[in-house]
């Protein structure tokens, strides 16, 4: 059952780099987490630091977004346990290789991840932020968003359409209590 009294803050891809900092730093601000990221990544090492270390709720769950069923099913489980007032889609992929050496598995994977995933959580979710007095979404885009990179084609252009979806949620949001901001690191 859930409990009223306790927000979650929900990050995706946080088993490594910026996920991880946001994590940490979330944590530190005595925020309750919900962390979710690729399975064998120590996600469950990292969720039991936390918990000692900060004092605070954290719950940790393994799954490839790249599946449109694993983003519903995670998206359900997180609606179904907690009240969440931030979302930070963080979780991308990307590479280096030529475009046309590139497997398409690879090229699925990171639209998938990149842009549905992320697309997908943040419609789920919303309504339970727009739940809330104040609740925020932070989507991470790159420098990348603004200029083609050879041997990188694909990735950002995932990052272009990240950037300008949250601008365009930021403005379609500008009178509700949900903030939206992105990130271009």
């Known amino acids: 059952m859930k409990d009223p009294n306790k927000l979650y803050t929900l990050i995706t891809g946080a088993s490594t780099g910026l996920g ?5 730093e979330c944590a530190q601000r005595n925020m309750n987490l919900i962390l979710v990221s690729l399975p064998n990544e120590n996600l469950t090492g990292l969720c039991e630091e936390l918990r000692q270390t900060y004092q605070v ?63 997908l959580l943040t419609r789920l979710i919303l309504p339970e932020l727009k739940r809330h007095s104040t609740a925020n979404i932070l989507n991470v885009s790159s420098l990348a968003a603004f200029s083609p990179v050879p041997y990188k084609t694909i990735y950002p252009a995932t990052k272009a359409f990240v950037h300008h979806f949250t601008r ?18």
């Open 20 to 24: 991880k900092a946001f994590a940490k």
């Open 57 to 119: 709720n954290v719950f940790c769950k393994e799954t490839n977004l790249t599946s449109r069923q694993a983003v519903l099913d995670f998206s359900n489980w997180v609606l179904e346990n907690f009240h969440v007032n931030i979302l930070i889609n963080n979780a991308g992929i990307g590479g280096t290789q030529s475009f046309v050496n590139s497997e398409t598995d690879y090229l699925d994977d990171m639209i998938q991840l990149n842009i549905r995933a992320m697309t």
């Open 168 to 185: 365009g949620l930021e403005a379609e949001l500008q009178d509700s209590n949900v903030q939206v901001s992105v990130l271009n690191p």
